[in-house]
């Protein structure tokens, strides 16, 4: 008999998938990278008033994500618009595929 699955979890740093080995403690990070970098944020932010688990983004990097979330929005307001018009199964099903795909990259905050 097998054991529970496990709903694949998400990069603490990124929120790409991380792969799970299926045994042990599960990993939090996607790569060394992103602990890396995760290890640089709390040593930055220990000592000060900042929460060890806040995400301090760029400008650059606040705006991206901004951009990302509107493109969601506007894919998600086109699928509406195909659905009342009474598009095809397959136009439908061709514009979710481009919804999930933009959902994904809105996730990652960097």
Avoid at 65 to 72: G, L, N, T
């Amino acid at each position: 008999m097998a054991g529970p699955t496990r709903k694949p979890a998400s990069c603490v740093w990124c929120g790409r998938e991380v792969a799970d080995s299926g045994v042990g403690r599960r990993k939090r990070y996607c790569r060394q990278s992103c602990r890396q970098r995760a290890y640089e944020q709390r040593a930055l932010v220990k000592g000060t008033s900042i929460p060890a688990d806040a995400v301090v983004l760029t400008r650059e990097e606040s705006v991206a994500v901004m951009d990302r979330m509107f493109e969601v929005r506007c894919a998600a307001e086109d699928l509406g618009t195909a659905v009342a018009e009474g598009a095809d199964a397959d136009e439908l099903a061709t514009m979710c595929d481009s919804l999930v795909q933009l959902a994904l990259a809105a996730e990652r905050l960097r």
